[in-house]
Nanobody, 126 residues
Framework: QVRLVESGGGSVQAGGSLRLSCAAS????????MAWFRQAPGKERAFVAA????????DYSESVKDRFTISRDNAENTVSLQMNNLKPEDTAVYYC???????????????????WGQGTQVTVSS
């Protein structure tokens, strides 16, 4: 497993931007597909975006496509989520996750991810 620590959350007005970062420990970061999930109050944790090990493939949920961008820096062991044109419905705790196996393709399924950060709060006001 890999240890993950998120940062960059905060409060912003609708239409604003935030950039989340996730720092990973260990020397095997490049062997993990990475993803961001979010959990709003009273709702289940939901997929936001994922990126492949070498950064060549990305996947986004329909609700954030064209507004959010996931990226990674394998030299710095970080994965980021640039969030633009934020909406009140984006309010949630955002979690960084690393997948369970070096053989898995990128996935939207929570069960594919075995390491999670502690989460960072994003609040968007109207």
């Amino acid at each position: 497993q890999v240890r993950l620590v998120e940062s960059g959350g905060g409060s912003v007005q609708a239409g604003g931007s935030l950039r989340l970062s996730c720092a990973a420990s260990g020397q095997t970061f490049s062997t993990y597909n990475m993803a961001w999930f979010r959990q709003a109050p009273g709702k289940e944790r939901a997929f936001v975006a994922a990126i492949s090990r070498n950064g060549g493939r990305m996947d986004y949920s329909e609700s954030v496509k064209d507004r959010f961008t996931i990226s990674r820096d394998n030299a710095e062991n970080t994965v980021s989520l640039q969030m633009n044109n934020l909406k009140p419905e984006d309010t949630a705790v955002y979690y960084c996750a690393a997948d369970r196996s070096p053989t898995l393709p990128i996935s939207r399924l929570i069960g594919a991810y075995g390491s999670w950060g502690q989460g960072t709060q994003v609040t968007v006001s109207s």
